[in-house]
């Protein structure tokens, strides 16, 4: 069984920044991509940013030259450091992995979710 949990979520004012963490763990023979959604009260959610396996990266046009991903393939682990924070930031913040399990087809695997406020 796949897991991934997220950390680093909280309250901080505007202009701050926040590093998020998302783990991956279970039976894993790997890892295709791993993103970041997030979702506001009342709005759909949005891709925020993507990272492939060889580290390829793409970004939301509201987050670019602000937030940055990456990864830690050896730790099966992403991040996403969040810089010069914005009102409009404050959601719920997920992350998802397209991951190939042992014995398993390949599937998409969500996290619960961290919520990111920022106050103005």
């Known amino acids: 069984q796949v897991q991934l949990v997220e950390s680093g979520g909280g309250l901080v004012q505007a202009g701050g920044s926040l590093r998020l963490s998302c783990a991956a763990s279970g039976s894993i023979f790997s890892i295709v991509r791993m993103s970041w959604y997030r979702q506001a009260p009342g709005k759909q959610r949005e891709l925020v940013a993507d990272?492939?396996?060889?580290?390829?990266?793409k970004y939301a046009d509201s987050v670019k030259g602000r937030f940055t991903i990456s990864r830690d393939n050896a730790k099966n682990t992403v991040y996403l450091q969040m810089n010069s924070l914005k009102p409009e930031d404050t959601a719920a913040y997920s992350c998802t992995a397209g991951i190939y399990a042992y014995g398993v087809p390949y599937k998409d695997y969500w996290g619960q979710g961290t919520q990111v406020t920022v106050s103005s």
């Open positions: 990272i492939t396996s060889g580290g390829s990266t």
